[in-house]
């Protein structure tokens, strides 16, 4: 598991092991707009500030996934502990 921070609020937000960013997001009333939650579309690509994200997704390009500023909050994880989110 890892955590999100919400750059905006500082709210830091636990994801499990069986539960996206997405759906934990939602959780907590912040509600991200999404379409195929498969990591296809690029709807739900969110700002990332900080951390190293585990890119699952097939929207972003290597070398947009390489840039880390990025992510597909519906599949995509994390690599180290925390991620910081432009939200
Ligand atoms: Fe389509 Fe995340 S909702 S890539």
């Known amino acids: 598991s ?3 921070e919400i750059a905006s609020t ?3 937000i636990q ?3 069986n539960d996206t960013i997405l759906n934990a997001l ?8 999404v379409s195929c939650e498969e990591g296809v579309c690029g709807t739900c690509v969110t700002r990332l ?10 929207f972003l390009t290597d070398e ?3 840039q880390m500023d990025q992510i597909a909050v519906c599949c995509s994880r994390a690599k180290s502990p925390r991620l ?3 939200l």
């Not at 939602?26 to 707009?33: N, S, T, V």
């Not at 500030?49 to 097939?58: C, F, N, R, T, W």
């Open 64 to 66: 947009e996934k390489a």
């Open 10 to 12: 500082g709210q830091v």
């Open 49 to 58: 500030l900080g951390g190293e994200a585990d890119h699952k997704d097939v």
């Open 15 to 17: 994801i499990g092991e």
């Open 26 to 33: 939602e959780d907590e009333g912040l509600f991200i707009p």
């Open 2 to 4: 890892f955590e999100v």
């Open 84 to 86: 910081i989110l432009g």
